[in-house]
Every structure is written in structure tokens, then in C-alpha cells.
């Protein structure tokens, strides 16, 4: 069974500070996405990263592959309470590449 | 607009009991997933259907089944609740395999509770 672990589970700061979010598994993946989720609501897309060691930035997020292609890390530069929510990354493999393999998620929590 | 929905948002039964979640989407998409969501699990897949009449298995699949008759429904039965199918349910669906860039799309999911 192939897992993707993220790290921290819980993540609670403060308005402004800089965070880090880990996605690592023993597996290979053809391609990496992150999602957010919201309370109430379902994930919502914020970015696919597809190539070893590629860096994608939405605004104050910055998403990277890692170079094996086995892990990833979401950085989130002076955090918003905006940003609050449940962070998921999700793995797709050479073979399936329409199932997704979900982490275990981290929930971060930004106080103004 | 197109949109992905979930009914009920909320549901209560008894253990023993058959539930049907509804799932129904307006996109099109060839792809449908159900999830189910409990803390520190993340999402983790019951069944998925790249088409109609075709139904796959995930990685928690005992207890529930899923039919898919047409392009936009997924129906989920839980056969025969127990307590620990008590959770968050997620429908999703995304359009055919584009070289991993494929995005689902999710429905607000149903809070299932079984007592």
C-alpha cells in the first residue's frame, strides 16, 4: 500500500509567521497536487507539480517537487488567517494516473 | 454553472441498516471517486468508476458498493451499517487521465453518523 505522510498533523501560528508543510512516501509519483479544504466544504485544487524538483508559487505559496519525485513541501510565506484550513497533497502514479493516493493532512490554524 | 452534489449533507442510522449516499454531477467528467474522511486519515478511497457500468475497488471498499448506470450519478451503499463506517462521505469526479494533471472536483460532502 503506497502512504503519504504529512507532517505536522496540526499546525497553529500566528499572523505573519512562515510555515512549512511536508508530503513524503517511499513511492515514486508521476505527479503531485495540493489541495485545501475548508470546514463544510469539499478539497479544492491549488496546484499539480509534475516534474523532479519543479517549483510552482501561487502568491505567498510555494509548492515544490521533490527531485526523486517521492516527496513534496508547501511553504506559506507571512500566513493569513485566510490561510486556515486542512492542507492535503495527493499522488498520482505512472500506472493509474487518473487515482489519486491522499496524505494523511495538515491542519493549520492562523490567529490574527 | 456545473456542479458536483451531495445528498443528504447530513444522515443518522441505526447499525444493520442499508444507507444510500447520492452522488450527482453536471460536469460530464468519465471519472467518479467516493471518499471517506476521518481524522488523521486524510481522504481515503472506497470505490471509484472510470465510465458507465465500470466500478473499481479502493483501499476500504468491504461494506459499501456503488453502481454506475450513467455518466452522472454514483450512488453509494453502505449494505449494512456498522459503527465504524460513522464518518464524512466525499463524492468527486474529474474528466480522463491528461498526464496526471487531471483536478477533481468535489462535492460538500454527507456526515454520516451510525448508532
Known amino acids: 500500500t503506497q502512504l503519504l505522510e504529512q507532517s505536522p498533523q496540526f499546525l497553529s501560528i500566528q499572523e505573519g509567521e512562515n510555515l512549512t508543510v511536508y508530503c513524503n512516501s517511499s513511492s515514486v509519483f508521476s505527479s503531485l497536487q495540493w489541495y485545501r479544504q475548508e470546514p463544510g466544504e469539499g478539497p479544492v485544487l491549488l496546484v499539480t507539480v509534475v516534474t523532479g524538483g519543479e517549483v510552482k508559487k501561487l502568491k505567498r505559496l510555494t509548492f515544490q517537487f521533490g527531485d526523486a519525485r517521492k516527496d513534496s513541501s508547501l511553504h506559506i510565506t507571512a500566513a493569513q488567517p485566510g490561510d486556515t484550513g486542512l492542507y492535503l497533497c495527493a499522488g498520482a502514479t505512472a500506472y493509474n494516473t487518473d487515482k489519486l493516493i491522499f496524505g494523511t493532512g495538515t491542519r493549520l490554524q492562523v490567529f490574527p | 454553472d456545473a456542479e458536483i452534489t451531495q445528498s443528504p449533507r447530513h444522515k443518522i442510522t441505526e447499525t444493520g441498516r442499508q444507507v444510500t449516499l447520492a452522488c450527482h454531477q453536471t460536469w460530464n467528467h468519465n471519472n467518479m471517486f467516493w471518499y471517506r474522511q476521518d481524522l488523521g486519515h486524510g481522504l481515503r478511497l472506497i470505490h471509484y468508476s472510470y465510465g458507465v457500468q465500470d466500478t473499481n475497488k479502493g483501499e476500504v471498499s468491504d461494506g459499501y458498493s456503488v453502481s454506475r448506470s450513467n455518466t452522472e450519478d454514483l450512488p453509494l451503499t453502505l449494505e449494512s451499517a456498522a459503527s465504524s463506517q460513522t464518518s464524512v462521505y466525499f463524492c468527486?469526479?474529474?474528466?480522463?487521465?491528461?498526464?496526471?494533471?487531471?483536478?477533481?472536483?468535489f462535492g460538500p460532502g454527507t456526515r454520516l453518523t451510525v448508532l
Open positions: 468527486a469526479s474529474s474528466p480522463p487521465g491528461t498526464g496526471g494533471f487531471n483536478e477533481q472536483f
